[in-house]
C-alpha cells in the first residue's frame, strides 16, 4: 500500500469522526507489519477530557484485535474538508505509539512522511 493511499483512507475514516463540539474531524489509518489496516477517528465528549484521537483509536482497535506490530500510520484532520494541511498527532498519541513502534516509525501527514523520533525525540519508556 502507498503512503497516498493510506493517507486516502485516513481521510475515509475522518468521514466517521463525532466531532461536535470542535468541529475539527481526524482520521487515522494504520498499517501493520503484515499488511491489515486499521482505521480510527476523533470521538469527543462534552467532557473534554474524555475525547480519544483518532490514532489511538486506530491503534487500540489493532492491539484489541491482537496486532502490535505496525509499519506506519496516517493522519489526516481538517476543519472544512481541506486535508492539505498537516494535522499533527499530539503528545498522548505519540507517546501510545512508541509503547509498540521505534523511532523510526514512519508517521504520513499532508506534508510528508515524519518518523516518531522527530515528532518525539524524548519518550517515557521501559
Same mark, same amino acid.
Do not use: W
Given at each position: 500500500?502507498? *503512503?497516498?493511499?493510506?493517507?486516502? /483512507?485516513? =481521510?475515509? $475514516?475522518?468521514?466517521? @469522526?463525532?466531532? %461536535?463540539?470542535?468541529?475539527?474531524?481526524?482520521?487515522?489509518?494504520?498499517?501493520?507489519?503484515?499488511?491489515?489496516?486499521?482505521?480510527?477517528?476523533?470521538? *469527543?465528549?462534552?467532557?473534554?477530557? /474524555?475525547? =480519544?484521537? $483518532?490514532?489511538?483509536? @486506530?491503534?487500540? %482497535?489493532?492491539?484489541?484485535?491482537?496486532?502490535?506490530?505496525?509499519?506506519?500510520?496516517?493522519?489526516?484532520?481538517?476543519?472544512?474538508?481541506?486535508?492539505?494541511?498537516?494535522?499533527?498527532?499530539?503528545?498522548?498519541?505519540?507517546?501510545?505509539?512508541?509503547?509498540?513502534?521505534?523511532?523510526?516509525?514512519?508517521?504520513?501527514?499532508?506534508?510528508?512522511?515524519?518518523?516518531?523520533?522527530?515528532?518525539?525525540?524524548?519518550?517515557?519508556?521501559?
Amino acid at each position: 500500500m502507498t *503512503e497516498k493511499e493510506l493517507f486516502g /483512507l485516513a =481521510v475515509k $475514516a475522518s468521514e466517521k @469522526a463525532y466531532c %461536535k463540539y470542535s468541529g475539527f474531524s481526524v482520521g487515522a489509518a494504520l498499517l501493520t507489519s503484515d499488511g491489515k489496516v486499521f482505521t480510527g477517528c476523533n470521538i *469527543e465528549n462534552a467532557s473534554y477530557s /474524555l475525547t =480519544v484521537c $483518532a490514532e489511538r483509536t @486506530a491503534i487500540f %482497535k489493532a492491539v484489541s484485535e491482537g496486532y502490535a506490530d505496525f509499519a506506519c500510520i496516517a493522519i489526516a484532520g481538517s476543519a472544512g474538508g481541506d486535508f492539505s494541511a498537516p494535522c499533527y498527532p499530539c503528545g498522548a498519541c505519540l507517546q501510545v505509539m512508541s509503547e509498540f513502534c521505534g523511532g523510526d516509525f514512519k508517521i504520513i501527514l499532508a506534508d510528508g512522511v515524519h518518523t516518531l523520533d522527530e515528532l518525539m525525540p524524548k519518550r517515557f519508556s521501559l
